[in-house]
């Protein structure tokens, strides 16, 4: 599918303008030229050019208007069942780094609800761009007043932030849709994006970070996801997926720096 993210090119290619039109999808705020020229300028980075169209309706995205935290605010899109996404796509347009991460969803996946905690930068709108089978791309968006999410200092030091990297913790319940379950997924990692700066040294963190998530059940994939910088620290991630049978649900986590962890969790082998 072509749109794989990494933090540091597309901080550079979100700036680049092309001449292919990108249709704004539906918004809470009124139109602001500024916003829209920004949005289209991320989105033909994002997606090659590829028009966007506006999927209201289809898809929903629901964030805090004004988040208490601007680095853990809470975004949640749902998809209409009528839809066969293969991915999505969340775009925070004025952060560093905007796309905060890409979910492609497997076989065993059930698409209609995604949560995530996310960073935000400053006043911005944030997209969510769902791609279908066919190769269509529809999106959403909604505005976000909230300010230094990126820079934000983690709720816990670096000491501490090391001691229990990759550890998780994955909750499943049966989920409303039949044949469904609803999963949260923990994972203990601070995510450092190079721009928090240590209250004790006066030196910048180094940046570390989630790059992959894959979520799979007795080798069939759920979904993977492309993180990147705009992930809050200790990520939690709630999906739906419908169960093959397996007892068991495995979670690998790759971060920036090589890292891998695994970890298996005891699910219900059949949704109620």
């Not at 805090?64 to 066969?84: E, H, N």
């Not at 979910?103 to 791609?131: M, N, S, W």
Request: a neutral charge.
């Amino acid at each position: 599918m072509g749109m794989t993210p990494r933090g540091t090119s597309l901080v550079l290619a979100s700036c680049l303008a092309a001449a292919m039109a990108v249709q704004s999808p539906a918004r809470a705020e009124a139109p602001d030229p500024a916003r829209e020229a920004r949005w289209h300028d991320v989105a033909v980075a994002v997606f090659n050019g590829r028009t966007v169209t506006d999927g209201a309706g289809l898809l929903s995205i629901d964030a805090p208007v004004r988040a208490l935290d601007a680095s853990l605010v809470p975004v949640s899109i749902t998809l209409s069942p009528q839809l066969k996404p293969v991915a999505l796509t969340l775009v925070i347009d004025d952060n560093p780094a905007p796309v905060a991460g890409i979910i492609h969803f497997g076989r065993l996946a059930d698409p209609r609800g995604i949560k995530l905690r996310v960073r935000v930068d400053q006043y911005t709108l944030v997209h969510a761009v769902a791609e279908l089978a066919d190769g269509r791309l529809l999106g959403v968006s909604t505005f976000v007043k909230s300010a230094g999410g990126c820079s934000a200092p983690g709720t816990t030091n670096q000491a501490e932030a090391m001691a229990r990297l990759g550890r998780m913790k994955l909750v499943a319940t049966a989920s409303q849709a039949p044949g469904s379950l609803t999963a949260e997924l923990l994972i203990s990692h601070p995510n450092f994006n190079g721009m928090q700066m240590d209250p004790v040294t006066r030196f910048y963190t180094p940046a570390r970070y989630i790059q992959t998530i894959v979520v799979s059940q007795a080798g069939e994939r759920v979904f993977s996801m492309d993180g990147d910088i705009s992930l809050s620290q200790d990520p939690a991630i709630t999906f739906s997926f419908h169960p093959n049978g397996a007892a068991k649900l495995d979670v690998e986590v790759d971060d920036s720096a090589k890292a891998v962890f695994r970890q298996s969790f005891e699910v219900s082998p059949r949704a109620s």
